[in-house]
């Protein structure tokens, strides 16, 4: 259950400033030890923790519109924790942390079954179809503080946690017991060149997250901010990472509407 | 013991039964299990101190600031410098995937000669007398004005080495590869009479109107622009892109304005027509600090009337006059040119057009306006002596005919010298020096380049890899990584602010390498006489730490220095042509051919398309070939195996029966490539839309092969006014397979 | 040469033709070794699967080996349990076959994981929530079953049961197999349940998502019921197709046609469930999500999805056999017999795929597309390779134990044993015999 | 799988799905070791056949 001083990260994604131009993409294969192939233009073979996605509003020239979206693992909170594919894998190698809010996932114990795959709608998790192999002298490039993983296990976003433990430990031998809002930054979040990401959390207050997507208890605790969104919201999935956009079609796409449901019902 | 079939059964039985109750596979399963989580092929990184260093990126001319994370000994990641008056934090994707460079597998770790033409390595000391001895020969000759160098910048001390080099030795054939830098440099010198760069005050603006320039797809420096834009649109500040195709800037701006290619210029003159007829230019700037007002009145008034600019360029007039009035009245407007990355540098007239615009709203120099950035002057070496040899050498007229007669403005004219060698008996460059630069994979018509490049007898390639030029070299003295040496960054292109900064090691050189700057010292030495005594220095680091005197130690503490007080010169003080005033027009600029679209090449009946390129941040098309992240990031409409997709507009695609995803043909009057089809709602009837980027022969397996090179597609379209190459597209065919 | 083996008074083909076949179909299974072996050794890149489609192929042709394998604890079930005593004469086989399917399902799920070599940590490192645990262990449990249930009949063989010892012990295991039925029955329930919980549960999915009672969605429940309903279908086709192979007669009519009625009142109520099942998913659960009935059917490419499996599944391969089966005419008609069962199963496997395929072919964020797939060979290969192994398993056991306690009854022969006689079809039969659509494992 | 694999919790699904398999488990091996028992028995008795 959750704990009184628990944590929940998350991330907002103002779309309005995102650039489509993959600096996350890339800060995050180099932070995460993302494997590489000659040919990667299969995506769906393809390892990306951080995918962005091109959304377009579907109309003719001259009025077609365009916008970007990146998609890290949205960290479901689902019901009290049960986010799609945690409670899938029959090997408990993926959890849902109560403290941080963070899913993670266990490569060792993985053993590839690829049911939290399937489960997951939003196609974070990927798997590792061929041994991760560096040409030879590039694995000197390789996090330590992060597992490479082999062949045959499922990855994903993990919020970058390794950098949590680094903060934490560091807040520890200071004789600190918390750690400061910019201790704990992703690798896609500092490395946006155009700032559209920000991390933090979304319990506390003084994070700017919480500030962005501040609850409206009126509204059964959706955020405020009118130009907040989730990803497939309507599923439950309770995801932890918002999006901001100022055009209705974007925030429309973010999830699935019948036709007979009106614009008005989306906030 | 007799073994009857009973007994044996029972031993079996019994041995199987015995093993599975024993520890014993149990074990195993659990060993083999555990082998299964360490694969010996996995790699498992190595631990380490970790620690951080600020450098500053050399890959673009961008100027970013970053931070090395390094464990032990191994560079581990590249980070953007927080608090970096550029960056700030953020880095680009060629930035972070900067560690691929430095340790992939394109690196050049030896001194290289091309022997029958097969690489043979070969000593630094050897390579370097091999040099001596040729340039020796031509000087001796008198001929020190065929050696050349085309350098990736002019300024910084390594450029300046290799140009101080060029002049004792006795040559004027410098030359900086061309971009935008140069029309930009022009248009302030016509318009302002300054030799300066210009700064985009981007972040301070209220309404940017940009004519196709790639403002979040790596323009001028690529993160200064992708965190102003960010911080223009926090300000409720409006963009409005005009560009014929719906680029990520255009689809990240307020308004995308689709425009017939080649014509923004027209639009900008349309624009001012209306700005000037409603009379809403800035009275205040435009009767005190310009000249020539009157003169482009008429001219714009006559000749630009928004029916005859619709004509032109496909805007209807209502938007051309919304346009005016909304970019007029704002507080804050900004008009920018030079197309997608800014790698061509465009037609001049273009440049003074949608810059006049910048005057009739009078934010030159202003907060939120266009700057001009004096050129960094901390290079104060002593005046080189030159013997007769090198006097009469420069005496000589540079061979891409910058300065000259036909081109009085242009300092260099890189563009012009494969047409110049083709069209030579012999080539007019003997020796020829490449540093940071790639032109024969990044200059147009890559045909008649390799053509040119291969009449030169000996071409030198400082480069680090292994890029199509340095393959076509005949001797390659490969040049340390950005993150082996120490170098002085001295710009960061379109920031508003003089800024220095300072790429350092941050590991011991992997390989073979040596710095260039080192190199061409030691050249020197070893050429002796007063090519020796120009440079006094023991070594590059010697030279730089000198030269950057009492900046240096900020430069080491911060990672750079920058003039952080600095604001543009104040309109009385700012104009440094003969009325001291902004010139609208004046004697110069009369004296160029008028403003006039540039026209795509070939002929319409056999190429009904039109083919322009676009830019993506995902695809490094300077003179460094994108690493593989960068390859993996890459779209899967732009790249699929290793097929380029073009994009065509739903209607053209009908019209010449072309398939979403299918092969096609296509064809300009440079050359011809099979590609994808991708149908796209975003782009104008009657374009094909190809990444640059792609078709490299070179860097390897990872980029080589990948798509098709746009510069092979193309060939250059030299301005009327300038020499620079202005070409916007070509004329194409694309058909079904 | 083998005759020794062979029941008494039954016939079987000569030993060379024997061995002819059985290299034949020998060698189709050494293409699915191969095939897998290919993917062990260089993983799950051998497939077609990729990151949209994580569950393809294979775990299709487990979840379908296991629905048609139903027909060993439902059989089980109606005969230990509810006491339906002449389908004694049909329970070997139904076993047999049940056996060879769970037994070809638990080597699909071998290499079908990523990491085959810690794939026991699913036992292990057990996550009692997530519905394939459940599936793994119950499974794992009821092969063990499966194998109990087997053994008897292995040791009847005639050598082996001239051993006291094993005489003894299938007689034993003969007596309480009805507490073994029972637990088989139980895990039963559970693990079909389980599989059909593994797409109900998904609520990122909203093609396969439903509601239910408790941690169980109507799926769980919907896939018991038809492994019930289509299972002993599966094992009436096989002892038809078998029969037909082997020119004799097997299992008398009253015995199948006990076991047809059964199947097509089951197959009743599953339709009617499932029918009230998709009424409401499509009226109430999809909508909630913001998706209409033909957002899950149309606008796919090559329209591979269309409305027309929903007809097929419901239409002709539910209702249809199940009116069939339920009607006395409809069972004694043997076209008509082997026509429903054969559509019965077929519906099976469409649901089998729909709820395994279809489910991750559905795009859910809108701005992502239909995905696509195609087998590869070795996908192929490696699901052959249980028809293979099933033919063969089903050959031996034919051939050396007394699988249809009906076929010395049914099939008198005068001379002692002539061995001459051919009960093997000819070489140009077999193929037509055995290979037909639903092959003994069920692919 | 066992109470000492850390995964483990004693909470009511652990112990209705374990209680449940272990139960399974438990039916499947006794009646298993009573039929080996009863057949060594019944053999070492020297029963005559039957037949089924």
């Given at each position: 259950?959750?704990?009184?001083?628990?944590?929940?990260?998350?991330?907002?994604?103002?779309?309005?400033?995102?650039?489509?131009?993959g600096?996350?993409m890339?800060?995050?294969?180099?932070?995460?030890?993302?494997?590489?192939?000659?040919?990667?233009?299969d995506?769906l073979?393809s390892?990306?923790?951080?995918?962005?996605?091109?959304?377009?509003?579907?109309?003719?020239?001259?009025?077609?519109?365009?916008?970007?979206l990146?998609?890290?693992c949205?960290?479901?909170?689902?019901?009290?924790g049960?986010s799609?594919?945690?409670?899938?894998?029959?090997?408990?190698?993926?959890?849902?942390?109560?403290?941080?809010?963070?899913?993670?996932?266990?490569?060792?114990?993985?053993?590839?079954?690829?049911y939290?795959m399937?489960?997951?709608?939003?196609?974070?998790?990927?798997?590792?179809?061929w041994?991760?192999?560096?040409?030879?002298?590039m694995?000197?490039?390789?996090?330590p503080?992060v597992?490479?993983?082999?062949?045959?296990?499922v990855?994903?976003?993990?919020?970058?946690?390794?950098?949590?433990?680094?903060?934490?430990?560091?807040?520890?031998?200071?004789?600190?017991r918390?750690?400061?809002?910019?201790?704990?930054?992703?690798a896609?979040?500092?490395?946006?060149?155009?700032?559209?990401?920000?991390f933090?959390?979304?319990?506390n207050?003084?994070?700017?997250?919480?500030?962005?997507?501040?609850?409206?208890?009126?509204?059964g605790?959706?955020?405020?901010?009118?130009?907040?969104?989730?990803?497939?919201e309507r599923?439950?999935?309770n995801?932890k990472?918002?999006?901001?956009?100022?055009?209705?079609?974007?925030?429309?796409?973010?999830?699935?509407?019948?036709?007979?449901?009106?614009?008005?019902?989306h906030? | 013991?007799?073994?009857?079939r009973?007994?044996?059964?029972?031993f079996?039985?019994?041995?199987?039964?015995?093993?599975?109750?024993s520890?014993?596979?149990w074990?195993?399963t659990?060993?083999?299990?555990?082998w299964?989580?360490?694969?010996?092929w996995?790699?498992?990184?190595?631990k380490?101190?970790?620690?951080?260093l600020?450098?500053?990126c050399?890959l673009?001319?961008?100027?970013c600031?970053?931070?090395?994370?390094?464990?032990?000994?191994?560079?581990?990641?590249?980070?953007?410098?927080?608090?970096?008056?550029v960056?700030?934090?953020?880095?680009?994707?060629?930035?972070?995937?900067g560690?691929?460079?430095?340790?992939?597998?394109?690196?050049?770790?030896?001194?290289?000669?091309?022997?029958?033409?097969?690489?043979?390595?070969?000593?630094?000391?050897?390579?370097?007398a091999?040099i001596?001895?040729?340039l020796?020969?031509?000087?001796?000759?008198?001929?020190?004005?065929?050696?050349?160098?085309?350098?990736?910048?002019?300024?910084?001390?390594?450029?300046?080495l290799?140009?101080?080099?060029?002049?004792?030795?006795?040559?004027?054939?410098f030359?900086?590869?061309s971009?935008?830098?140069?029309?930009?440099?022009l248009?302030?010198?016509?318009?302002?009479?300054?030799?300066?760069?210009?700064?985009?005050?981007?972040a301070?603006a209220?309404?940017?109107?940009?004519?196709?320039?790639?403002?979040?797809?790596g323009?001028?420096?690529?993160?200064?622009?992708?965190r102003?834009k960010s911080?223009?649109?926090?300000?409720?500040?409006?963009?409005?892109?005009?560009?014929?195709?719906?680029?990520?800037?255009?689809?990240?701006?307020?308004?995308?304005?689709?425009?017939?290619?080649?014509t923004?210029?027209?639009?900008?003159?349309g624009?001012?027509?209306?700005?000037?007829?409603?009379?809403?230019?800035n009275?205040?700037?435009?009767?005190?600090?310009?000249?020539?007002?009157?003169?482009?009145?008429?001219?714009v008034?006559?000749?630009?009337?928004?029916?005859?600019v619709?004509?032109?360029?496909?805007?209807?007039?209502?938007?051309?006059t919304?346009l005016?009035?909304?970019f007029?009245?704002?507080?804050?407007?900004?008009?920018?040119?030079?197309?997608?990355?800014?790698?061509i540098?465009?037609?001049?007239?273009?440049?003074?057009?949608?810059?006049?615009?910048?005057?009739?709203?009078?934010?030159?120099?202003?907060?939120g306006?266009?700057?001009?950035?004096?050129?960094?002057?901390?290079i104060?070496?002593?005046?080189?002596?030159?013997?007769?040899?090198?006097?009469?050498g420069?005496?000589?007229?540079?061979?891409?005919g910058?300065?000259?007669k036909?081109?009085?403005?242009?300092?260099?004219?890189?563009?012009?010298?494969?047409?110049?060698?083709?069209?030579?008996?012999?080539?007019?460059?003997?020796?020829?020096f490449?540093?940071?630069?790639?032109?024969m994979y990044?200059?147009?018509?890559?045909?008649?380049?390799?053509?040119?490049?291969?009449?030169?007898?000996?071409?030198?390639?400082?480069?680090s890899?292994?890029d199509?030029?340095?393959?076509?070299a005949?001797?390659?003295?490969?040049?340390?990584?950005?993150l082996e040496?120490?170098?002085?960054?001295?710009?960061?292109?379109?920031?508003?602010?003089?800024?220095?900064?300072?790429?350092?090691?941050?590991?011991?050189?992997?390989?073979?390498?040596?710095?260039?700057?080192?190199?061409?010292?030691?050249?020197?030495n070893e050429?002796g006489?007063p090519?020796?005594?120009?440079?006094p220095?023991?070594?590059?680091?010697?030279?730089?730490?000198?030269t950057?005197?009492?900046?240096?130690d900020?430069?080491?503490?911060?990672?750079?220095?920058?003039?952080?007080?600095?604001?543009?010169?104040?309109?009385?003080?700012a104009?440094?042509?003969?009325s001291?005033?902004?010139?609208?027009?004046?004697?110069?600029i009369?004296?160029?051919p008028?403003?006039?679209?540039?026209?795509?090449?070939g002929?319409?009946?056999h190429?009904?398309?039109?083919?322009?390129?676009?830019?993506?941040?995902?695809?490094a098309s300077?003179h460094?070939?994108s690493?593989?992240?960068?390859?993996?990031?890459?779209?899967?409409?732009i790249?699929?195996?290793?097929?380029?997709?073009?994009?065509?507009?739903?209607?053209t695609?009908?019209?010449?029966?072309?398939?979403?995803?299918?092969?096609?043909?296509?064809?300009?009057?440079?050359?011809?490539?099979?590609?994808?089809?991708?149908?796209f709602?975003?782009?104008?009837?009657?374009?094909?839309?190809?990444p640059?980027?792609?078709?490299h022969?070179?860097?390897?397996?990872?980029?080589?092969?990948?798509?098709?090179?746009?510069?092979?597609?193309?060939?250059p379209?030299?301005?009327?006014?300038?020499?620079?190459d202005?070409?916007?597209?070509?004329?194409a065919?694309?058909?079904?397979? | 040469?083998?005759?020794?083996?062979?029941?008494?008074g039954?016939?079987?083909c000569?030993?060379?033709?024997?061995?002819?076949?059985?290299?034949?179909?020998?060698a189709?299974?050494?293409?699915?070794?191969?095939?897998?072996?290919?993917?062990?050794?260089?993983g799950?890149n051998?497939?077609?699967?990729?990151?949209?489609?994580?569950?393809?192929?294979?775990?299709?042709?487990?979840?379908?080996v296991?629905?048609?394998?139903?027909?060993?604890?439902f059989?089980?079930?109606?005969r230990?349990?509810?006491?339906?005593?002449?389908?004694k004469?049909?329970?070997?086989?139904?076993?047999?076959?049940?056996?060879?399917?769970y037994?070809?399902?638990?080597?699909?799920?071998?290499?079908?994981?990523?990491q085959?070599?810690?794939?026991?940590?699913i036992?292990?490192?057990?996550n009692?929530?997530?519905?394939?645990?459940?599936?793994?262990?119950?499974?794992?449990?009821?092969?063990?079953?499966?194998?109990?249930?087997?053994?008897?009949?292995?040791?009847?063989?005639?050598?082996?049961?001239?051993?006291?010892?094993?005489?003894?012990?299938?007689?034993?295991?003969?007596?309480?197999?009805a507490?073994?039925a029972?637990?088989?029955a139980?895990?039963?329930f559970f693990?079909?349940?389980?599989?059909?919980?593994?797409?109900?549960?998904?609520?990122?999915?909203?093609?396969?998502?439903?509601?239910?009672?408790?941690?169980w969605?109507?799926?769980?429940?919907?896939?018991?019921?038809?492994?019930?309903?289509?299972?002993?279908?599966?094992?009436i086709?096989?002892?038809?197709?078998?029969?037909?192979?082997?020119?004799?007669?097997?299992?008398?009519d009253?015995?199948?046609e006990?076991?047809?009625?059964?199947?097509?009142?089951?197959?009743?109520?599953?339709?009617?469930?499932?029918?009230i099942?998709?009424?409401?998913?499509?009226?109430?659960?999809?909508?909630?999500?913001?998706?209409?009935?033909?957002?899950?059917?149309?606008?796919?490419?090559?329209?591979?999805?269309?409305i027309w499996?929903?007809?097929?599944?419901?239409?002709?391969?539910?209702?249809?056999?199940?009116?069939?089966?339920?009607?006395?005419?409809?069972?004694?008609?043997?076209?008509?017999?082997?026509?429903?069962?054969?559509?019965?199963?077929?519906?099976?496997?469409?649901?089998?795929?729909?709820m395994v395929?279809q489910?991750?072919?559905?795009?859910?964020?809108?701005?992502?597309?239909?995905?696509q797939?195609?087998p590869?060979?070795?996908?192929?290969a490696?699901?052959?390779?249980?028809?293979?192994?099933?033919?063969?398993?089903?050959?031996?056991?034919?051939?050396?134990?007394p699988?249809?306690?009906?076929?010395r009854?049914?099939?008198?022969i005068?001379?002692?044993?002539?061995?001459?006689?051919?009960?093997?079809p000819?070489?140009?039969?077999?193929?037509?015999?055995?290979?037909?659509?639903?092959?003994?494992?069920?692919? | 799988?066992?109470?000492?694999?850390?995964?483990?919790?004693?909470?009511?699904?652990?112990?209705?799905?374990?209680g449940?398999?272990?139960?399974?488990?438990?039916?499947?091996?006794?009646?298993?070791?009573?039929?080996?028992?009863?057949?060594?028995?019944?053999?070492?008795?020297?029963?005559?056949?039957?037949h089924?």
């Amino acid at each position: 259950m959750e704990k009184e001083n628990s944590k929940k990260f998350g991330m907002v994604i103002d779309l309005d400033k995102c650039t489509g131009c993959g600096s996350c993409m890339v800060a995050c294969m180099a932070e995460n030890n993302i494997p590489f192939r000659e040919d990667e233009t299969d995506k769906l073979l393809s390892v990306s923790w951080m995918h962005v996605y091109r959304l377009t509003n579907v109309k003719p020239f001259p009025d077609t519109e365009e916008c970007y979206l990146p998609r890290p693992c949205q960290h479901c909170e689902g019901h009290h924790g049960h986010s799609p594919c945690v409670s899938v894998c029959p090997a408990t190698a993926t959890d849902y942390d109560m403290d941080t809010g963070i899913v993670s996932q266990i490569y060792t114990r993985c053993f590839g079954c690829r049911y939290c795959m399937a489960a997951c709608p939003y196609h974070v998790r990927q798997f590792n179809w061929w041994d991760p192999l560096w040409p030879d002298g590039m694995e000197k490039s390789l996090n330590p503080n992060v597992s490479v993983r082999m062949r045959g296990v499922v990855e994903k976003c993990s919020f970058c946690i390794h950098r949590y433990q680094l903060a934490k430990d560091q807040a520890y031998m200071e004789g600190r017991r918390e750690i400061e809002e910019d201790e704990y930054q992703t690798a896609c979040t500092q490395a946006c060149p155009a700032g559209a990401i920000t991390f933090g959390d979304l319990n506390n207050p003084k994070h700017a997250v919480y500030q962005m997507v501040k609850p409206d208890k009126k509204n059964g605790g959706k955020p405020k901010n009118p130009k907040a969104f989730r990803l497939l919201e309507r599923l439950g999935t309770n995801a932890k990472v918002y999006y901001l956009s100022s055009r209705e079609w974007v925030r429309r796409a973010g999830d699935n509407y019948l036709k007979t449901e009106g614009q008005a019902k989306h906030a | 013991m007799k073994i009857d079939r009973r007994s044996f059964l029972s031993f079996v039985i019994g041995g199987a039964a015995g093993t599975a109750l024993s520890p014993l596979p149990w074990k195993l399963t659990d060993d083999i299990a555990i082998w299964s989580q360490n694969w010996p092929w996995t790699p498992v990184p190595q631990k380490g101190e970790v620690s951080y260093l600020n450098s500053t990126c050399t890959l673009c001319p961008g100027g970013c600031g970053i931070l090395v994370r390094k464990v032990g000994e191994r560079v581990v990641k590249l980070e953007g410098m927080e608090g970096h008056p550029v960056n700030d934090g953020g880095l680009c994707t060629l930035g972070l995937a900067g560690t691929q460079l430095l340790y992939g597998p394109t690196r050049v770790k030896t001194p290289l000669k091309k022997v029958n033409g097969a690489w043979r390595k070969i000593s630094w000391n050897a390579a370097i007398a091999e040099i001596v001895e040729k340039l020796s020969d031509l000087r001796s000759k008198g001929l020190p004005h065929t050696v050349a160098c085309i350098s990736g910048s002019d300024r910084g001390t390594v450029p300046e080495l290799f140009n101080r080099f060029l002049t004792v030795y006795g040559s004027p054939n410098f030359m900086r590869t061309s971009s935008i830098q140069d029309s930009y440099e022009l248009t302030l010198f016509l318009t302002q009479g300054v030799r300066a760069m210009a700064g985009f005050d981007v972040a301070n603006a209220d309404f940017i109107l940009s004519f196709g320039s790639g403002l979040i797809e790596g323009w001028e420096s690529p993160v200064y622009m992708f965190r102003a834009k960010s911080t223009l649109r926090e300000n409720g500040g409006r963009m409005d892109q005009i560009e014929p195709r719906l680029s990520k800037t255009a689809a990240k701006s307020d308004k995308w304005i689709a425009i017939s290619p080649g014509t923004e210029g027209a639009l900008a003159l349309g624009l001012a027509h209306v700005i000037i007829k409603e009379k809403l230019y800035n009275k205040k700037f435009v009767d005190t600090y310009t000249s020539g007002f009157e003169a482009h009145k008429k001219l714009v008034i006559d000749g630009y009337p928004p029916d005859i600019v619709s004509k032109i360029t496909g805007v209807d007039t209502a938007t051309i006059t919304a346009l005016a009035k909304d970019f007029a009245r704002a507080r804050k407007p900004l008009a920018i040119c030079g197309r997608g990355k800014g790698y061509i540098p465009g037609s001049l007239q273009e440049f003074l057009a949608i810059h006049t615009l910048n005057a009739l709203v009078g934010n030159i120099n202003q907060t939120g306006g266009i700057w001009a950035v004096p050129e960094p002057d901390y290079i104060s070496w002593p005046e080189v002596e030159m013997d007769k040899i090198a006097s009469n050498g420069l005496q000589q007229e540079r061979v891409d005919g910058a300065g000259s007669k036909a081109y009085p403005y242009a300092r260099y004219l890189l563009g012009r010298l494969p047409e110049v060698i083709n069209s030579s008996q012999d080539s007019p460059i003997q020796v020829l020096f490449v540093t940071t630069a790639n032109p024969m994979y990044a200059m147009p018509d890559t045909q008649a380049v390799a053509k040119a490049f291969e009449k030169i007898p000996f071409v030198v390639s400082f480069s680090s890899f292994l890029d199509e030029t340095a393959v076509n070299a005949d001797l390659i003295l490969p040049n340390h990584v950005f993150l082996e040496r120490y170098e002085d960054v001295p710009a960061a292109h379109g920031f508003p602010k003089p800024i220095i900064g300072l790429a350092r090691p941050v590991i011991e050189p992997l390989f073979n390498t040596q710095h260039s700057g080192d190199v061409i010292i030691q050249i020197a030495n070893e050429l002796g006489g007063p090519i020796a005594d120009a440079f006094p220095w023991d070594s590059y680091d010697a030279c730089l730490e000198e030269t950057l005197a009492d900046k240096w130690d900020a430069l080491v503490e911060d990672g750079y220095w920058s003039d952080e007080v600095f604001s543009a010169a104040d309109w009385s003080t700012a104009f440094e042509t003969d009325s001291a005033k902004f010139e609208f027009t004046n004697e110069d600029i009369e004296s160029l051919p008028r403003y006039n679209p540039l026209k795509a090449k070939g002929d319409e009946a056999h190429y009904p398309l039109v083919l322009i390129p676009y830019d993506s941040m995902r695809l490094a098309s300077g003179h460094i070939g994108s690493p593989p992240f960068l390859i993996k990031s890459v779209e899967d409409y732009i790249l699929t195996a290793n097929d380029v997709l073009v994009e065509v507009n739903p209607a053209t695609a009908n019209e010449y029966g072309l398939k979403d995803g299918k092969y096609a043909f296509l064809r300009t009057p440079k050359g011809n490539a099979r590609v994808k089809v991708r149908v796209f709602d975003g782009i104008m009837p009657g374009l094909v839309a190809i990444p640059r980027g792609l078709g490299h022969t070179a860097f390897g397996r990872f980029l080589a092969g990948k798509g098709v090179h746009y510069n092979a597609l193309i060939g250059p379209v030299e301005d009327p006014a300038s020499g620079h190459d202005a070409a916007w597209g070509i004329r194409a065919k694309l058909s079904k397979t | 040469m083998d005759s020794a083996l062979i029941p008494e008074g039954v016939k079987r083909c000569p030993t060379w033709q024997f061995i002819i076949w059985i290299g034949v179909v020998g060698a189709v299974m050494m293409w699915g070794v191969f095939a897998i072996l290919l993917v062990y050794i260089k993983g799950l890149n051998q497939t077609n699967m990729n990151n949209a489609y994580g569950f393809a192929l294979w775990i299709w042709a487990d979840l379908t080996v296991i629905a048609l394998g139903g027909g060993a604890f439902f059989t089980g079930f109606l005969r230990y349990i509810i006491g339906k005593d002449e389908l004694k004469h049909i329970i070997n086989y139904a076993v047999l076959i049940g056996f060879i399917c769970y037994s070809s399902a638990l080597l699909i799920l071998g290499f079908d994981v990523g990491q085959p070599l810690r794939a026991w940590f699913i036992f292990w490192h057990a996550n009692v929530h997530s519905m394939l645990t459940e599936v793994a262990f119950c499974l794992t449990c009821y092969f063990g079953v499966l194998c109990i249930e087997y053994l008897p009949l292995a040791l009847e063989n005639r050598q082996i049961d001239k051993v006291p010892f094993f005489h003894h012990l299938s007689h034993n295991m003969h007596e309480i197999m009805a507490v073994f039925a029972a637990t088989g029955a139980f895990l039963s329930f559970f693990h079909q349940g389980s599989l059909g919980g593994v797409p109900g549960v998904m609520f990122g999915r909203p093609f396969g998502f439903r509601e239910g009672v408790l941690i169980w969605p109507w799926t769980f429940f919907l896939f018991t019921w038809s492994a019930a309903a289509g299972g002993p279908c599966f094992t009436i086709l096989i002892t038809k197709i078998t029969e037909k192979a082997v020119r004799k007669k097997l299992v008398k009519d009253n015995v199948i046609e006990l076991l047809a009625k059964i199947s097509g009142w089951m197959l009743v109520g599953y339709m009617v469930a499932k029918i009230i099942d998709t009424w409401y998913w499509a009226a109430f659960t999809a909508p909630s999500k913001g998706f209409t009935l033909m957002d899950f059917y149309a606008n796919n490419p090559g329209s591979v999805y269309g409305i027309w499996i929903l007809i097929a599944e419901i239409g002709v391969c539910g209702v249809l056999p199940a009116l069939i089966l339920i009607t006395d005419k409809g069972r004694k008609n043997r076209i008509a017999l082997f026509l429903a069962v054969l559509l019965a199963v077929l519906g099976v496997c469409l649901n089998r795929w729909v709820m395994v395929l279809q489910v991750l072919a559905v795009p859910v964020l809108t701005f992502e597309n239909w995905a696509q797939y195609l087998p590869s060979w070795q996908e192929i290969a490696t699901t052959i390779l249980p028809v293979a192994y099933g033919i063969i398993m089903i050959s031996l056991s034919y051939r050396y134990l007394p699988v249809f306690p009906q076929e010395r009854e049914l099939n008198p022969i005068e001379a002692p044993v002539s061995q001459t006689q051919e009960q093997l079809p000819e070489p140009e039969t077999p193929p037509a015999g055995a290979e037909p659509e639903p092959s003994p494992s069920g692919s | 799988m066992f109470p000492f694999s850390f995964e483990w919790i004693w909470d009511m699904g652990h112990m209705v799905f374990h209680g449940g398999l272990w139960y399974a488990l438990s039916i499947m091996g006794l009646g298993l070791t009573y039929c080996i028992i009863k057949a060594a028995v019944d053999t070492a008795k020297g029963k005559g056949g039957y037949h089924h």
